[in-house]
């Protein structure tokens, strides 16, 4: 038997195809989630200055962008559900370009089978940039 990744039995392959997609469900969940409490914020009326109408589009425009990210998640797992198999695929060097860490143990988890991770969503652990 040759050794190139290709030629590989199913069981020597670390990660599942279903659980790497709920993955990436999962990690569109929590955009949303973040989305949605950055919307909650932007809107809060202690602003201090009412909602003109420019404000009142750019909070459209997260609402709708919390809709499309929920919307991508449920079309993935739909995909899930659809499959008539769990396919083993090797996903080391895909998993390597997430330039995210913690994201990319949460999805190596969820391809592991190991269910989610929890993630830190503390917005004080990452990094700050004001343009």
């Known amino acids: 038997m040759t050794t190139n ?5 199913a069981s020597d ?9 709920e993955g990436v469900a ?5 955009l949303r989630d973040q989305l949605l409490r950055m ?8 602003l201090g200055a009412a909602l003109d ?8 425009g997260l609402d709708l962008a919390t809709q499309r990210l929920d919307a991508l998640a449920g079309f993935v797992r739909e995909l899930i559900d659809a499959s008539a198999f769990d396919p083993a695929v090797d996903l080391t060097g895909a998993l390597a370009g997430v330039s995210l860490q913690d ?10 089978g190991l269910g989610v991770r929890e993630a830190d969503d503390d917005p004080s652990t990452g990094d700050f940039d004001l343009f």
């Open 53 to 60: 109408a420019v404000v009142i589009r750019e909070l459209q």
């Open 5 to 9: 990744v290709a030629a590989r039995v």
């Open 39 to 46: 919307q909650d914020a932007c809107a809060a009326p202690d």
């Open 13 to 21: 392959l670390p990660h599942g195809l279903a659980g790497s997609l």
């Open 103 to 112: 994201m990319a143990d949460r999805l190596e988890s969820q391809a592991l």
């Open 26 to 30: 999962q990690e569109l969940i929590l």
